[in-house]
């Protein structure tokens, strides 16, 4: 068949052959078209095939490829250990991602390095055994990561900076208001300890705002590593910083034994802290009954807090979790609106997702996943 | 019948008017008679702290904010650690911050304690009341 070998070989229709079986000149159109660069060597490791793409992305012709050594598109400092690698793929053929997590490089022909993921299909037909890989460019999302981890840590440390330096022009005016009533109070009417009181109530929410937007923006960049964690205690500790709240609602709180997860000790402590603590807060008329489960499905571990509160509609399931959103006035309820933002951003870099199921009403569910340790 | 004891020289180094003022409001409330002077960044306060002439008495405490200008409260801190004749005299620092590492390093330094300032006035106030009160009154100091 001698593929690739001249770019416009005679169609092979065979006649006796029953469409609509693909004919050769329809395979070499699928190779051409691919996005992917498309490279297939023989048994020995020689360039037999490749596509156009494979040329834009080495900038070899096709010509100067053929026929070849595929070591010719490796750089150097893995080319002595190619043809073992080759040799342990020919051993177990299998369709498989090459380099198992490692981060691949293809070397240009003018010797820059191009970062690369390549997917390995062993190929067997009458001429014999091939390899086909596909080779896809991924400098581009490369960047495109970069760029976007970049600017995550730029919007974090901005966040850090603009809400540490907040706090102390607005310390001084709440101080200041404060000491007024403290010392004027006999001697102001009743109008102007309303106007003290909006004015403290005022900078003692943006303190809050302020303190919860620095939590928030040192869950990216002040976590601790994630290390395998007894959420049991955890979920303890998070159960004794709440003691006020749950002894002034009346409060029954229950769970599951729970697991062992790989995570941040103290951001799970606030996880934790933060959905018990909403499901306290939003309670209904009865004394809140709240419920945390554990249940396994494969890698991770699914955490729901379960409350017999006020519920949120269906509409809102997605905007909770959006930062300085809230569903209920602050007279209702207070809060900055935080929380739950907090507590998709801990779930997310722990890899999990967070998520929420209710009717109004009859309470909420708060689920997220979390990593198990693996066995 | 009490003793009368003369007054304490307290050293204020902070750079916020607006603090140096509810400092001085929280301690005109104290029981324990007492003298406030302040410095308003780190050169100024170890000028008053080495003076010869003998105008500024050497202070019972030193509070001292950690972000001031031109020598800032870490440098001023191991200064005064560091000098055979300052040494003995207790340092509060008095700082906005809650970095876990400015608080480290402020031990590390020789601080005999770290305070955070509340952001709330009467709990400022109480915090000023219990720093008076052990260290004008609990414990015991090097007096002249």
Known sequence: ?375 | MAIAVPPFDILLVEDNLADVRLTQEAFKDARVPNRLHVARDGVEALGMLRDATGTVPRPDLILLDLNLPRKDGREVLQDIKQDEALRHIPVVVLSTSHSEHDIARSYRLGANAFVTKPVDVDRFFQVIRSLEQFWLDTARLIRP
């Open chain 1, 1 to 375: 068949m001698g593929w690739g070998r001249s770019r416009d070989a005679a169609p092979g229709v065979d006649p006796e052959r029953k469409s609509p079986a693909p004919t050769e000149q329809l395979f070499r159109l699928v190779v051409e078209a691919s996005p992917n660069g498309v490279v297939m060597v023989d048994r020995r490791g020689v360039i037999v095939l490749v596509n156009r793409e494979t040329e834009r992305l080495f900038g070899y012709t096709r010509d100067e490829l053929v026929g070849q050594s595929i070591e010719r598109l490796v750089p150097s400092r893995f080319k002595s250990s190619h043809p073992d690698m080759r040799q342990g793929f020919l051993a177990n053929p299998q369709a498989r991602a090459m380099g198992a997590g490692r981060d691949l490089f293809g070397v240009h022909k003018d010797g820059s390095e191009i970062p690369v993921e390549i997917g390995l299909n062993p190929i067997e037909v009458e001429e014999g055994f091939f390899v086909l890989a596909s080779v896809i460019d991924i400098g581009p999302r490369k960047q495109v990561e970069a760029e976007l981890r970049r600017s995550n840590e730029e919007l974090e440390r901005f966040a850090y900076v603009v809400s540490h330096d907040l706090q102390e022009p607005l310390r001084t005016v709440s101080s200041y208001v404060q000491l007024l009533s403290r010392r004027y109070h006999d001697r102001l009417d009743a109008d102007a300890m309303d106007f003290i009181d909006f004015a403290v109530g005022g900078a003692r929410r943006m303190q809050q705002l302020i303190a919860d937007l620095l939590t928030f923006s040192r869950v990216g960049t002040r976590g601790a590593p994630l290390v395998p964690t007894g959420m049991q205690a955890v979920y303890e500790n998070a159960l004794a910083s709440l003691r006020a709240a749950l002894d002034e609602s009346n409060a029954t709180v229950t769970s599951d034994p729970l697991p062992t997860v790989v995570a941040d000790a103290g951001q799970l402590a606030q996880l934790l802290t933060n959905l018990l603590g909403n499901a306290l807060k939003f309670r209904g008329d009865q004394p809140p009954h709240v419920h945390v489960s554990a249940r396994r499905a494969g890698r991770m571990w699914t955490i729901s807090v379960q409350d017999n509160g006020i519920g949120i509609a269906p509409e809102y399931f997605e905007r909770v979790f959006v930062i300085f959103q809230r569903l209920h006035s602050r007279e209702e309820y207070p809060g900055t609106g935080v929380g739950l933002a907090i507590c998709k951003r801990i779930v997310e870099r722990h890899g999990g997702r967070i998520w929420v199921e209710s009717t109004p009403a009859q309470g909420a569910r708060f689920s997220f996943t979390l990593p198990a340790v693996a066995e």
